[in-house]
């Protein structure tokens, strides 16, 4: 079989549910074992755990709770609550960046997606968003920077 | 001047406002005032208006009736070429507004008289859709009937024309990037060929994503390089090289969805590759991902 069709047999049993171990929207955990420079992706979203905020980042006057810019339903990456959590953001984060807030997690918080399942981070840990590159956008912004 | 006060600061957003409603609007045509306004155009222009105005629904609309005032027959030879000489001899009425809200702002709020000549252009832009001034006549347009836009205030329809007038002339776009019908509206009956032979890059682009990454590295005879099934993020990789798009890692994801993600042609596998789209940190810590949802 191609391997084409085996990927597409593949996400066609896991949208149906029929897949073994793979489960649409399985919620995920940082264990309390968990190292600095351990990541879980939430979609096209990386939490990784860090040791420390950066020092060009600032407290976030106006936290809010969504950790991707943007309107669409796949940006919708949020926490559950502001109150457990300090955000601290980079000198610039807008729809093109590819760095996002860090969360310095004062008690249990939760990462939840409309999609994509919900990343559990314990009290304790600092953990960085940081974001996929996208091939096509770095080749434009490349191509601008050279114009 | 080097700054702006902040009370000028402060109007900005009026400007910006009240230009994009303009260049939004559906409305009619205002015939009278348009002629009032083309008057002064000419005027400030240095020349003398004509008397003879005519309206009409579209751009196209306009440049078939300006062919036909040349007296060219729509069957003869020049016809195609006339055509398209009148769709660029066009004004762009209340399109224009990007930029006269720029020279209004700087006449009205910054003192700069020079732009007084521009006063017909920006009346004429609140009445008009496109129109074309000739020495003989004057062409006016209804403006749009219809718009669309994505949040990033482009042109942009995935289930529908962008631009609709009122003859019905329909215009295709995706993120502000102008398409054929068949691209928005039945992009699975593309041909790998079409696909390939289109030279605009963005436009390729859009073409490739709505008939399915998937698809076309399959039917492209694409070179598959390297396949894996990763445990960890419970997905399945392949990474392809494309002879038009260079590196492609199609990978499923645990939502049940492919995607395919392009790649620098230094890859050479799929670990590189994921590598690779996740590697924007200054940290010195080894990232180890332990799992994907």
Request: charged content about 25%.
């Amino acid at each position: 079989m191609e391997v084409i069709e085996k990927m597409q047999q593949f996400v066609s049993k896991v949208s149906k549910n029929e897949h073994e171990t793979v489960k649409p929207g399985q919620p995920v955990r940082f264990t309390e074992a968990c190292m600095p420079g351990d990541r879980i992706w939430q979609g096209d979203l990386a939490l990784t755990i860090r040791t420390s905020v950066p020092s060009n980042y600032n407290l976030a006057d106006k936290p809010s709770v969504q950790l991707v810019v943007g309107n669409t339903e796949g940006s919708k990456h949020c926490l559950d609550s502001l109150n457990n959590v300090d955000i601290y953001l980079p000198p610039v984060w807008n729809a093109e960046s590819l760095k996002g807030p860090v969360l310095v997690v004062k008690q249990e918080t939760t990462v939840l997606h409309p999609t994509h399942g919900d990343v559990t981070i314990p009290e304790g840990f600092i953990v960085e968003c940081t974001y996929q590159k996208e091939w096509d956008k770095e080749q434009a912004r490349e191509a601008r920077a050279r114009d | 001047m080097k700054d702006l006060t902040q009370e000028q600061i402060e109007k900005i957003p009026h400007y910006h406002e009240k230009w994009i409603k303009i260049g939004l609007d559906c409305g009619e045509c205002d015939f009278e005032k348009a002629k009032e306004f083309a008057r002064i155009v000419y005027e400030q222009a240095g020349e003398k208006c004509p008397d003879q105005f005519y309206l009409t629904d579209s751009p196209t609309a306009c440049a078939k009736l300006a062919v036909k005032l040349r007296g060219i027959e729509e069957n003869s030879e020049e016809y195609s070429s006339a055509f398209f000489t009148e769709l660029n001899n066009q004004v762009f009425g209340s399109h224009e507004s990007g930029w006269l809200t720029y020279y209004e702002f700087i006449w009205k709020e910054m003192g700069v008289v020079e732009c007084e000549k521009l006063q017909g252009l920006m009346e004429i832009a609140k009445h008009v859709g496109w129109w074309a001034p000739y020495d003989t006549c004057v062409i006016f347009q209804h403006k749009h009937s219809e718009i669309h836009l994505d949040d990033q205030m482009r042109l942009h329809n995935e289930t529908g024309p962008a631009v609709v007038y009122r003859d019905g002339t329909k215009v295709w776009a995706i993120g502000g990037i102008g398409l054929t019908e068949q691209i928005v509206m039945a992009p699975e009956t593309l041909t790998i060929e079409q696909i390939n032979r289109e030279n605009n890059n963005e436009i390729r682009s859009v073409m490739i994503n709505r008939f399915g990454w998937a698809r076309y590295v399959k039917e492209s005879n694409s070179t598959l390089l390297d396949f894996r099934q990763n445990d960890i993020e419970n997905t399945m990789e392949a990474l392809y090289d494309t002879e038009i798009f260079g590196k492609r890692l199609v990978v499923t994801c645990p939502t049940g969805r492919i995607f395919v993600l392009g790649a620098p042609d230094s890859v050479q596998t799929c670990e590189q590759a994921q590598a690779w789209l996740g590697s924007n940190e200054d940290s010195e810590d080894k990232v180890n991902v332990i799992a994907r949802t």
